[in-house]
């Protein structure tokens, strides 16, 4: 007879992107079998977890300001609390983030997650003293469970980390440490047990997921996805110009399961900018790729990421990010302030752009962006997309699903539709939804 481990409480907050979210997942996974379920509160968490990011001054900031709040918590449960930072935050600065928030008792950094089961041991038999926890790297994905725990009918999926493209604004390199790919069959094998647990569709994720250098490559991958019964979507994100090759050009015109919206960040459209921050392509080279890819899947979708008031960047710079959002004609775009990241050669570069400049830029761009999505949502009307349904919507009777172009689709539709890709007619727009109406009565 064993004793049952009493419940413990896990509490982890997310932050930065869609890498961290599965890793979060994953983390959860790992500390299922130590008797740890999550919460949806920090209080009375038995370990809180914050999964951080490091990519812009403002996302590092909140982390030191949520370490606060939690720490308050900490004291009114007398201590019995765990509190562990992973994450890009852990990795970049880990050393400070335990100066600066005694209450921390481990940081762990996005390589080395695997190992929170024994670094919270470890933290428990020595109250007091603090563990930290650098790049273990490859062992990561070996030492986790295959078996997932998905929420829903899609789920993520990491197949690629790291970055080497050094862009010189971007911390991402040196909290990810190298490029590096998952074996196509450790893939497979996760991917076949998600679609056993009923996803429908996965996004399969990297910081340069196009880079993705297992046997034959990101293409031939999502061929092999492609043929996993029940598996019926495919996603990924995010790919690099750069590495947009041939034959993931070709999958997009000849794999159904490939969804037709390509993440395709291009950051500005001045050559002068793109080569300071290091891309290693034009605006005309990307005009180009564009039109390619076009060229296989008519219609595509794109959205991109965009960085307004780089160093150097002067108005006639910002006018070609401008020109080169036109020409291209986005569905959807995240666009950002330059954020001086410490450590990064673009921080000491000469040029640094004033904040009402950023401002104003952010703001003629966000324009334009928002125009360009309200009309490819408003296009869609009157037409009828396939809609994979995921919940129930906000009103009584209606579902939540989303079209192959990611616009989330409201409908309204009985619940045991929901992981079914149904035909639904559109029929308004907004700029953030579609809502619609069933085609015909599914069986
Ligand atoms: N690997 C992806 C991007 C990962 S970071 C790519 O190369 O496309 C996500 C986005 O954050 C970037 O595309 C960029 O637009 C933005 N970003 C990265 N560093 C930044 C910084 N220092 N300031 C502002 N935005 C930044
Ligand atoms: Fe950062 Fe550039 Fe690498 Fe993207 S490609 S993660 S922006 S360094
Ligand atoms: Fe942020 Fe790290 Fe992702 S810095 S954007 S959480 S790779």
Known sequence: MTAQAPA?????????????????????????P????????????????????HIREKATEKVYSEL????????????????????????????????????????VGPQAYHQLPELIAR????????????????????????ARNP???????????????????CVVPYTRGAEWSRPVEAILAEARDLAAKGVREVTLLGQNVNAYAGEGGLAGLVRRLAQIEGLDRIRYTTSHPRDMDEALIAAHGEVEALMPY????????SDKILKAMNRGHTAEGYLRLVEKIRAARPDIALSGDFIVGFPGERDADFEATLQLVREVGYGSAFTFKYSRRPGTPAAALPGQVAEEVKEERLARLNALIEAQQRAFNA???GRVLPVLFEK??????????????????????????????????????????????LELEPA
């Open 262 to 269: 390509l993440h395709l960040p291009v950051q500005a459209g």
């Open 8 to 32: 413990k409480r896990l509490y982890i907050k997310t932050y930065g992107c869609q890498m961290n979210v599965y890793d979060s997942e994953r983390m959860a996974d790992v500390l299922a």
């Open 379 to 381: 296009a869609q009307a």
């Open 68 to 107: 606060g709040q939690i720490k308050r918590l900490k004291d009114k449960a007398d201590g019995a609390m765990t509190i562990a930072v992973a994450g890009c935050v852990a990795q970049a600065e880990g050393e400070e983030i335990l100066r600066r928030q005694p209450a921390v008792d481990l940081v």
């Open 151 to 169: 929420s829903g009918v899609t789920a993520f999926l990491t197949v690629q980390e790291g970055c080497d493209k050094f862009c010189t604004f």
């Open 34 to 53: 130590l008797g740890y379920g999550l919460t949806d509160t920090p209080e009375g968490a038995d370990l809180v977890v914050l999964n951080t990011c």
């Open 392 to 437: 129930p919507g906000r009103h009584p009777g209606q579902l939540v699903g989303r079209s192959p172009y990611l616009q989330a689709v409201h409908a309204d539709a009985p619940d045991r539709l929901i992981g079914r890709i149904v035909p639904v007619r559109i029929e308004s727009a907004s700029r953030m939804s579609l809502a619609g109406a």
């Open 123 to 146: 933290a428990h038999r020595a109250r007091g003293e603090r563990l930290a926890a650098e790049f273990a790297a490859d062992e990561k994905f070996d030492a986790l469970p295959i």
